[in-house]
């Protein structure tokens, strides 16, 4: 079992809800190989959708560039932070946000939801299939007989909410078990077969 709670939350109280869990932090301050899966970790080479020929150094390089706001366009500067700081663009400086650009070269912007479906989440899961498989054959093996806790600083786990920021925590979760937006994965990747996955791997390695 996969489980998504809130990094602000104190580990003993996760704990009494969930005895005996592991705790996955997977957010940019993790101090182990988990900070892999944060969006902000600088894996490099990630495409940037509708923009053939730029790559990233990670997901919210990519999210952040594409925005557009009402006092600035893109800004492909972010795509080549590797820092895992600074990488936000905030309204407070830009003015209101009006969407995303769909590619750096594209015309149409895109609204949140559409970005969400179009660019953030096609990014973060080619992250995971091509930077962090791993990780993820590890968490499926190791979520068959233990409740892994996979903390986040968002725990918004309905992709269609409009108001929310998507936990990608709960993108791992859909990952890993086949869940929407994810929920054609496991029959088109075979992964039902538990022959598939490893057997001897550790969470944490």
Not at 48 to 63: D, H, K, L, N, R
């Amino acid at each position: 079992m996969i489980i998504v709670e809130s990094k602000r939350k104190k580990i003993e109280n996760i704990l009494k809800k969930h005895p005996n869990a592991i705790i996955a932090d997977v957010t940019s301050q993790a101090k182990d190989g988990l900070v892999r899966l944060s969006p902000f970790y600088p894996h490099g080479g990630i495409p940037v959708p509708f923009s053939e020929g730029y790559t990233a150094t990670c997901v919210e390089g990519i999210w952040q560039g594409l925005k557009v706001f009402e006092n600035e366009d893109i800004d492909t500067s972010m795509f080549r932070n590797n820092t895992m700081k600074g990488i936000k663009r905030t309204v407070r400086k830009h003015g209101c946000v009006l969407g995303h650009r769909k590619g750096v070269y594209g015309t149409e912007i895109l609204g949140y939801m559409e970005a969400k479906h179009q660019i953030y989440i096609p990014t973060y899961r080619w992250m995971l299939e091509h930077k962090a498989m791993d990780i993820i054959e590890r968490l499926r093996k190791a979520s068959e007989t233990k409740t892994i806790v996979l903390l986040d600083y968002n725990t918004c786990c309905d992709v269609d909410d409009e108001a929310k920021p998507l936990s990608h925590a709960y993108l791992v979760k859909a990952y890993a078990e086949g869940l929407y937006p994810f929920d054609d994965l496991r029959l088109s990747n075979g992964i039902d077969n538990k022959e598939d996955l490893p057997t001897q791997l550790s969470l944490f390695d």
